[in-house]
T-cell receptor, first 112, second 115 residues
């Protein structure tokens, strides 16, 4: 059974600081997703990582994937208040009509 | 492209009534759709996988007779919560997998409140 663990689950950080959210998964996977969720809203897709060593960046967020370590990271650079949200990673175990398995989410609060 | 809609966005109903939630892929075909439930401050939990023209596959612990899923076309799946109770109050999110790909697109969610 595929399990996905995120940490930390809660993160309060000051504006301008850097931090990393970690996503570990338990079995081999060929793709990993990062999503953002604002309160009362659905999921917004941030990144899709498809191969070992993949790195993607959008604004102040950068995601990477190490399939050998079964680890993905979401790095936040110089945080701003607008980044406050809950961030989920999700993993496919293999191609096909496979449901995603979600981590518990990291609730990020960026404070002045 | 790749827009998924859900209707209604919010619904309040009395205990014991049934509620139908629609999930539509607006600009692509989706052989497979997924239904998730999210309780406050928790992650998404997969309820069932809906395949066009066949029976849905339910996750362990999800009552198939209570959560009826119909996927009658390549662009529409419906989830009916039958005899709803307050503990069914939740945020229900669908996703649609574009046919021929492994990419899921999420709907905006439906907030169900059962009084």
């Amino acid at each position: 059974e595929l399990k996905v663990e995120q940490n930390p689950l809660f993160l309060s950080m000051q504006e301008g600081k850097n931090y990393t959210i970690y996503c570990n998964y338990s079995t081999t996977s060929d793709r990993l997703y990062w999503y953002r969720q604002d309160p009362g809203k659905s999921l917004e897709s941030l990144f899709v990582l498809l191969s070992n060593g993949a790195v993607k960046q959008e604004g102040r967020l950068m995601a990477s994937l190490d399939t050998k370590a079964r680890l993905s990271t979401l790095h936040i650079t110089a945080a701003v208040h607008d980044l406050s949200a809950t961030y989920f990673c999700a993993v496919d175990s293999y191609s096909g009509n496979t449901p995603l398995v979600f981590g518990k989410g990291t609730r990020l609060s960026v404070i002045a | 492209g790749a827009v998924v809609s859900q209707h209604p966005s919010r619904v309040i109903c009395k205990s014991g009534t049934s509620v139908k939630i629609e999930c539509r892929s607006l600009d692509f075909q989706a052989t497979t759709m997924f239904w998730y439930r999210q309780f406050p401050k928790q992650s998404l939990m997969l309820m069932a996988t809906s395949n066009e023209g066949s029976k849905a596959t339910y996750e362990q612990g999800v009552e198939k007779d209570k959560f009826l899923i119909n996927h009658a076309s390549l662009t529409l799946s419906t989830l009916t919560v039958t005899s709803a109770h307050p503990e069914d109050s939740s945020f229900y999110i669908c996703s649609a997998e574009r046919t021929g790909t492994d990419t899921q697109y999420f709907g905006p969610g439906t907030r169900l409140t059962v009084l």
